[in-house]
Antibody, heavy 119, light 107 residues
Framework: EVQLVESGGGIVQPGGSLRLSCAASGFTFSSYWMHWVRQDPGKGLVWVSRINNDGSGTVYADSVKGRFTISRDNAENTLYLQMNSLRAEDTAVYYC????????????WGQGTLVTVSS | DIQMTQSPSTLSASVGDRVTVTCRASQSISSWLAWYQQKPGKAPNLLIYKASTLESGVPSRFSGSGSGTEFTLTISSLQPDDFATYYCQQYNTYPITFGQGTRLEIK
């Protein structure tokens, strides 16, 4: 059974940093592209970033480019999102999500981890 | 960026009704469109991909159609479990973008 479990969320002050993790199991992690998607409380879904299966290629939303870094450890079956220079508007539930090989629709999601940026 | 616009934003319907949600893309996305259902406090759940292909395990009362810039999600006979929020998503071009959501509520 495919499982994605996020961790690392919490409360951080504006300008601070946080690293999210997503532990994957039930599939060959190193074969799949992975993504982060966020959702502001009570609002819609916003795609954040994607990393290819071996970590050699990444893409970011303009709103996080230069501040967030997506990475992965295929030996540990874990996806990461390093978030620096956090802003109030980064407050959201962050989901990791998997896409089928060759496509970018999200067929598996984690349960989400809440990040709150507030002084 | 490709903008995805859903209509309506809120839809009131009764059990047994046939309902349709529309999603329009600001430019052609071929058939690279997915639909998701989300319930409060839960992650989204994939219903349909490539505009009209039903994800495994999704009830057949859900269907999708369209290509280019206009797409629809239809629920043929609403069940109590279907009252939720629905999102479309384009994956033709990065950045991936979602519609703003359609909240389906009980009339």
């Amino acid at each position: 059974e495919v499982q994605l479990v996020e961790s690392g969320g919490g409360i951080v002050q504006p300008g601070g940093s946080l690293r999210l993790s997503c532990a994957a199991s039930g599939f060959t992690f190193s074969s799949y592209w992975m993504h982060w998607v966020r959702q502001d409380p009570g609002k819609g879904l916003v795609w954040v970033s994607r990393i290819n299966n071996d970590g050699s290629g990444t893409v970011y939303a303009d709103s996080v480019k230069g501040r967030f870094t997506i990475s992965r450890d295929n030996a540990e079956n874990t996806l990461y999102l390093q978030m620096n220079s956090l802003r109030a508007e980064d407050t959201a539930v962050y989901y990791c999500a998997r896409t089928p090989i060759g496509y970018s629709n999200f067929n598996y999601w984690g349960q989400g981890t809440l990040v709150t940026v507030s002084s | 960026d490709i903008q995805m616009t859903q209509s309506p934003s809120t839809l009131s319907a009764s059990v047994g009704d046939r309902v349709t949600v529309t999603c329009r893309a600001s430019q052609s996305i071929s058939s690279w469109l997915a639909w998701y259902q989300q319930k409060p406090g839960k992650a989204p759940n994939l219903l349909i991909y490539k505009a009209s292909t039903l994800e495994s395990g999704v009830p057949s009362r859900f269907s999708g159609s369209g290509s280019g810039t206009e797409f629809t999600l239809t629920i043929s006979s609403l069940q109590p479990d279907d009252f939720a929020t629905y999102y479309c998503q384009q994956y033709n071009t990065y950045p991936i973008t979602f519609g703003q959501g359609t909240r389906l509520e009980i009339k």
